[in-house]
T-cell receptor, first 115, second 115 residues
């Protein structure tokens, strides 16, 4: 099955600086990589995703890059704001049988944006 | 459209007690799953189901049972609660029929304490 490693586990940045979170995956057949944000006391929610036929995807201050050869993908947040403070999870998708696909999550990165 | 509804939000159990965490979704998703979230451990898959009548074990299934009699409902049963099962539990659902349909929609979570 898929194994997803995520680094760093904690990250502190000054407001306005950039933040980068990196993930590696093991299953070379994986071709879809979502990112989830979990604010304190809330449920995880999808913020951005990328397919394997695309190298980079942007949505305002958030971008994700993918390197299929090296089997790693990264989340980039520019001009960080206090409301970006949360736990971020990367995930890989693997076939789980019976015509179904399953998410495997990284262990999460706690991002703190210091005003 | 309620999405994924999970109850209760909070629960305190005594060691040895049993209970059922309820999860229901109204999005006609085939794939449903249960995760537990512990500090520093990310989201770990307990059990999952790819459709009514079909369930399978995830990464940490011991001490938990599930059943899927309908597409909408996926309850999680703790057979004999132990302090090690103190955690936050999330139910999630998705279409999961292709890699790009795996966006997981999470319930609001259940904070369980076993004393």
């Amino acid at each position: 099955g898929e194994n997803v490693e995520q680094h760093p586990s904690t990250l502190s940045v000054q407001e306005g600086d950039s933040a980068v979170i990196k993930c590696t995956y093991s299953d070379s057949a994986s071709n879809y990589f979502p990112w989830y944000k979990q604010e304190l006391g809330k449920r995880p929610q999808l913020i951005i995703d990328i397919r394997s036929n695309v190298g980079e995807k942007k949505d305002q201050r958030i971008a994700v890059t993918l390197n299929k050869t090296a089997k790693h993908f990264s989340l980039h947040i520019t001009e960080t704001q206090p409301e970006d403070s949360a736990v971020y999870f990367c995930a890989g998708v693997a076939y789980s049988g019976a015509g179904s696909y399953q998410l495997t999550f990284g262990k999460g990165t706690k991002l703190s944006v210091i005003p | 459209n309620a999405g994924v509804t999970q109850t209760p939000k909070f629960q305190v159990l005594k060691t040895g007690q049993s209970m059922t965490l309820q999860c229901a979704q109204d999005m006609n998703h085939e794939y449903m799953s249960w995760y537990r979230q512990d500090p520093g451990m990310g989201l770990r898959l307990i059990h999952y189901s790819v459709g009514a009548g079909i369930t399978d074990q995830g990464e940490v299934p011991n001490g938990y049972n599930v059943s899927r009699s309908t597409t909408e409902d996926f309850p999680l049963r703790l057979l004999s609660a132990a302090p090690s099962q103190t955690s936050v539990y999330f139910c999630a659902s998705s279409y999961s029929t292709s890699p790009w349909d795996t966006e997981a929609f999470f319930g609001q979570g259940t904070r369980l304490t076993v004393v």
